[in-house]
């Protein structure tokens, strides 16, 4: 069965880095793509980017510059990694994948909650 | 601000049908056909109801509908369920964004 394990929650201080993890399993990790959202208390769902099956990294011009998206096919792990970090960033941030051209994401990590406080 | 509009809040009786409307631009939904539909319970992950603006994913109730017009997609919940009540959120690709872009929510409460 198609499982996402996202690692565990964060603190951390403004102006620091973060990386969350997704461990995928269950199916042909490198013919998917996966997409990274957030959810900041109160708000909603936030499209963050994604890392195709080629291993390409996408993202949102609000994003550019502060967000890596990598993988390690070896152990079909997705990383995100947001850096000069503040208050803005609390949020829930889930992995989630998509079938090639479907435009669905079809399975989601169970969420990390990041905190940034000083 | 969120790039595609949904009405905070929709409401109705168990039993009856309710329509979640999300408005784009020619940009996204108007375009593309990479409309999807999320139902998020709070404190759990977001579950994926429509994909390409009209397609259940198998598991999904076919009490969940979605269609298309225009710069407008749609989501119908015919006899609605106190298990319906959950916050719901369209997602589109964007060209002008070149990345997909997900509506403001819409809250569902059963009566």
Redesign the interface.
Known sequence: QVQLVQSGAEVKKPGASVTVSCTASGYTFTAYYM?W?RQAPGQ????M??INPTGGA????RFQGRLTVTRDTSTTTVYMELSSLTSEDTAMY?C?REAP??????F????TLVTVSS | Q?ALTQAASVSGSPGQSITISCTGTSSDIGT?????W?Q?HPGK????M???AN?R?SGVSNRFSGSKSGNTASLTISGLQAEDEA?Y?C???SSS?????????TKVTVL
């Not at chain 1, 051209?101 to 079809?106: E, L, V």
């Not at chain 2, 593309?32 to 999807?36: A, D, E, F, G, Q």
């Not at chain 2, 992950?45 to 994926?48: I, R, T």
């Not at chain 2, 964004?97 to 929510?105: D, I, K, L, Q, R």
Request: with cysteine.
């Open positions: 997409h959202v909603g769902l936030e499209y980017g994604m996408g993202y949102p011009q889930y989630a051209d479907s435009g669905g994401f079809d989601w990590g169970q969420g | 969120s593309h056909n990479l409309v999807s999320y998020h992950a977001p579950k994926l429509i994909y390409e397609r994913p916050d959120f997602c589109s690709y964004a070149t990345s997909y872009v997900f509506g403001s929510g």
